[in-house]
Protein backbone atom coordinates (compact mmCIF):
# COMPACT_ATOMS: atom_id res chain seq x y z
CA UNK A 1 0.00 0.00 0.00
CA UNK A 2 1.23 3.39 -0.97
CA UNK A 3 1.53 6.12 1.34
CA UNK A 4 -0.55 9.60 -0.65
CA UNK A 5 1.65 12.55 -0.91
CA UNK A 6 -1.50 14.35 -0.46
CA UNK A 7 -5.18 14.51 -0.98
CA UNK A 8 -6.08 16.42 -3.59
CA UNK A 9 -3.52 16.73 -7.01
CA UNK A 10 -4.70 19.37 -9.33
CA UNK A 11 -3.12 16.93 -12.06
CA UNK A 12 -5.60 14.10 -11.09
CA UNK A 13 -8.02 16.25 -10.86
CA UNK A 14 -7.89 18.25 -14.40
CA UNK A 15 -7.50 14.54 -15.82
CA UNK A 16 -10.70 13.20 -13.79
CA UNK A 17 -13.05 16.47 -14.84
CA UNK A 18 -11.84 15.74 -18.73
CA UNK A 19 -12.48 12.55 -18.70
CA UNK A 20 -15.49 12.19 -16.30
CA UNK A 21 -17.00 15.08 -18.43
CA UNK A 22 -16.54 13.38 -21.64
CA UNK A 23 -18.32 10.24 -20.25
CA UNK A 24 -21.04 12.37 -19.02
CA UNK A 25 -21.60 14.00 -21.87
CA UNK A 26 -21.41 10.14 -24.12
CA UNK A 27 -23.71 8.87 -21.62
CA UNK A 28 -26.28 11.62 -21.67
CA UNK A 29 -26.40 11.50 -25.68
CA UNK A 30 -26.87 7.46 -26.00
CA UNK A 31 -28.44 6.22 -22.45
CA UNK A 32 -31.99 8.18 -21.43
CA UNK A 33 -32.69 9.03 -17.58
CA UNK A 34 -29.51 8.24 -16.25
CA UNK A 35 -26.53 8.37 -18.85
CA UNK A 36 -25.24 11.03 -17.02
CA UNK A 37 -24.39 9.03 -14.30
CA UNK A 38 -23.00 6.03 -16.45
CA UNK A 39 -20.76 7.95 -18.61
CA UNK A 40 -20.19 8.97 -15.24
CA UNK A 41 -19.04 6.24 -13.86
CA UNK A 42 -17.32 4.72 -16.99
CA UNK A 43 -14.99 7.97 -17.56
CA UNK A 44 -14.08 7.47 -13.95
CA UNK A 45 -13.10 3.83 -13.96
CA UNK A 46 -10.98 5.38 -16.80
CA UNK A 47 -9.22 7.80 -14.37
CA UNK A 48 -9.00 4.62 -12.25
CA UNK A 49 -6.98 2.79 -14.75
CA UNK A 50 -5.17 6.05 -15.67
CA UNK A 51 -3.62 6.69 -11.66
CA UNK A 52 -1.22 4.80 -9.87
CA UNK A 53 -2.56 6.16 -6.89
CA UNK A 54 -6.27 6.23 -6.19
CA UNK A 55 -8.36 9.10 -7.36
CA UNK A 56 -11.13 8.56 -5.52
CA UNK A 57 -11.65 12.48 -3.99
CA UNK A 58 -10.47 14.07 -7.53
CA UNK A 59 -12.77 11.31 -9.75
CA UNK A 60 -15.49 12.67 -6.76
CA UNK A 61 -15.83 16.13 -7.26
CA UNK A 62 -15.18 15.93 -10.99
CA UNK A 63 -18.22 13.82 -11.29
CA UNK A 64 -20.29 16.38 -9.58
CA UNK A 65 -19.01 19.34 -11.68
CA UNK A 66 -19.58 17.23 -14.75
CA UNK A 67 -22.68 16.28 -14.14
CA UNK A 68 -23.91 19.69 -13.22
CA UNK A 69 -22.10 21.58 -15.95
CA UNK A 70 -23.40 19.33 -18.61
CA UNK A 71 -26.97 19.71 -17.42
CA UNK A 72 -26.91 23.43 -17.48
CA UNK A 73 -25.49 23.46 -20.69
CA UNK A 74 -28.03 21.15 -22.39
CA UNK A 75 -30.68 23.39 -20.76
CA UNK A 76 -28.77 26.35 -22.08
CA UNK A 77 -28.62 24.78 -25.78
CA UNK A 78 -32.32 23.81 -25.49
CA UNK A 79 -34.32 26.97 -24.39
CA UNK A 80 -31.77 29.97 -23.68
CA UNK A 81 -29.60 31.16 -21.13
CA UNK A 82 -32.05 33.50 -19.30
CA UNK A 83 -34.78 29.81 -19.13
CA UNK A 84 -31.47 27.82 -17.88
CA UNK A 85 -30.82 30.36 -15.01
CA UNK A 86 -34.66 30.10 -14.48
CA UNK A 87 -34.23 26.41 -14.25
CA UNK A 88 -31.82 26.31 -11.69
CA UNK A 89 -33.61 28.93 -9.27
CA UNK A 90 -36.25 26.67 -9.20
CA UNK A 91 -34.92 23.11 -8.31
CA UNK A 92 -35.85 21.88 -5.52
CA UNK A 93 -32.60 21.80 -2.88
CA UNK A 94 -33.59 18.25 -2.41
CA UNK A 95 -33.10 16.58 -5.75
CA UNK A 96 -29.91 19.04 -6.48
CA UNK A 97 -28.02 17.25 -3.04
CA UNK A 98 -29.56 13.48 -4.41
CA UNK A 99 -28.08 14.52 -7.53
CA UNK A 100 -24.69 15.95 -6.10
CA UNK A 101 -24.57 12.50 -3.48
CA UNK A 102 -25.25 10.31 -6.53
CA UNK A 103 -22.74 12.46 -9.04
CA UNK A 104 -19.97 11.95 -6.04
CA UNK A 105 -20.95 8.55 -5.50
CA UNK A 106 -20.43 7.35 -9.20
CA UNK A 107 -17.38 9.16 -9.75
CA UNK A 108 -15.83 7.58 -6.70
CA UNK A 109 -16.79 4.24 -7.26
CA UNK A 110 -15.99 4.53 -11.07
CA UNK A 111 -12.42 5.72 -9.80
CA UNK A 112 -11.71 2.45 -7.08
CA UNK A 113 -12.86 0.01 -9.59
CA UNK A 114 -10.51 1.18 -11.94
CA UNK A 115 -7.81 1.38 -9.47
CA UNK A 116 -8.40 -1.81 -8.25
CA UNK A 117 -8.56 -3.75 -12.03
CA UNK A 118 -5.17 -1.86 -12.50
CA UNK A 119 -3.75 -2.98 -9.76
CA UNK A 120 -4.92 -6.93 -10.43
CA UNK A 121 -3.64 -6.56 -13.51
CA UNK A 122 -0.22 -5.21 -12.52
CA UNK A 123 0.17 -7.08 -9.21
CA UNK A 124 2.73 -9.98 -10.09
CA UNK A 125 1.41 -13.51 -9.58
CA UNK A 126 2.92 -15.91 -7.02
CA UNK A 127 3.48 -18.85 -8.79
CA UNK A 128 4.41 -21.04 -5.81
CA UNK A 129 1.25 -23.00 -5.76
CA UNK A 130 0.98 -22.06 -2.45
CA UNK A 131 -2.29 -20.14 -1.49
CA UNK A 132 -2.47 -17.49 0.98
CA UNK A 133 -2.97 -19.04 3.90
CA UNK A 134 -1.00 -21.99 3.88
CA UNK A 135 2.38 -21.91 5.84
Known amino acids: ?3 RASWFSPKRFAVALVTVGIGAVAGM ?7 TYVGTLLGA ?4 LAFDEKPTL ?5 A ?8 LVAKVIGDGLIAAIIGLITLNPQALAISAGLSFATGTFGAHFGNDLRDGLTRPVDESGRLPDDR
Do not use: D
Open 58 to 62: EAGVA
Open 29 to 35: EYVPLVG
Open 64 to 71: VIAVFGVS
Open 1 to 3: MTV
Open 45 to 48: FVVG
